[in-house]
């Protein structure tokens, strides 16, 4: 157990849906990532939160945002699905900005019909 | 851009045998390296880190080896088990000054170990 919470475990969703990812870091640590797991992209970085506020920007679609809130949690918004936004979505957290050590969350798996 | 590249799958062994999954990575500067496992349905797990060239990350009897030279870090194991059966994921990390530190990753390479 990486210390790391993600909800739901599992969503299921019909195209042009709006859901949204919730993600805990371990206690104590400052910074989020969020990734995605597809079969065709394989895992890709998408957004980094440090004390709440945006840190980096990955392959993030505009359709998608994040925050992170003063409790430290964060949450991943995902709207106008599409089936191709079926994946695996993974929080990691880091103690702050500059360590280069992530723990995963065990990951929410989205899929959109 | 950072890559990385990693030796296709799936491998299958049998119990007891030697594992050695290849990576390769292209990045300028000095990236930290990582090894991550992701059993069946579930998360990443961090499996081993380096830090530097010729530094040696290991963890339950895995071991990578940071090698600028040739710009590597390939994961063994001497003697593998069923319960090493997963998907290993070798990755980088490697910000501009001052910049983020997000992984890139390769695509992952499927275990199986049979009894």
């Known amino acids: 157990d990486s210390g790391v919470t993600q909800t739901p475990k599992h969503l299921i969703t019909a195209t042009g849906q709006r859901v949204t990812l919730r993600c805990s870091p371990r206690s104590g640590d400052l910074s989020v990532y969020w990734y995605q797991q597809s079969l065709d992209q394989g895992l890709q970085f998408l957004i980094q939160y440090y004390n709440g506020e945006e840190r980096a920007k990955g392959n993030i679609l505009e359709r998608f945002s994040a925050q992170q809130f003063p409790d430290l949690h964060s949450e991943l918004n995902l709207s106008s699905l599409e089936l191709g936004d079926s994946a695996l979505y993974f929080c990691?957290?880091?103690?702050?900005?500059?360590?280069?050590?992530?723990?995963f969350g065990p990951g929410t798996r989205l899929t959109v019909l | 851009g950072d890559s990385v590249t990693q030796m296709e799958g799936p491998v299958t062994l049998s119990e007891e045998a030697f594992l050695t999954i290849n990576c390769t990575y292209t990045?300028?500067?000095?990236?930290?390296l990582f090894w991550y496992v992701q059993y069946p349905g579930e998360g990443l797990q961090l499996l081993l880190k380096?830090?530097?060239?010729?530094d040696k990350g290991s963890n339950k009897g895995f071991e990578a080896t940071y090698r600028k030279e040739t710009t590597s870090f390939h994961l063994e194991k001497g003697s593998v088990q069923v319960s090493d059966s997963a998907v290993y994921f070798c990755?980088?990390?490697?910000?501009?000054?001052?910049?983020?530190?997000?992984?890139?990753f390769g695509s992952g390479t499927q275990l199986t170990v049979l009894p």
């Open positions: 990045a300028t500067g000095y990236p930290s």
């Open positions: 990691a957290s880091s103690r702050d900005w500059a360590s280069d050590t992530q723990y």
């Open positions: 990755a980088l990390n490697n910000p501009p000054s001052g910049s983020a530190r997000q992984l890139t």
């Open positions: 380096a830090t530097k060239a010729d």
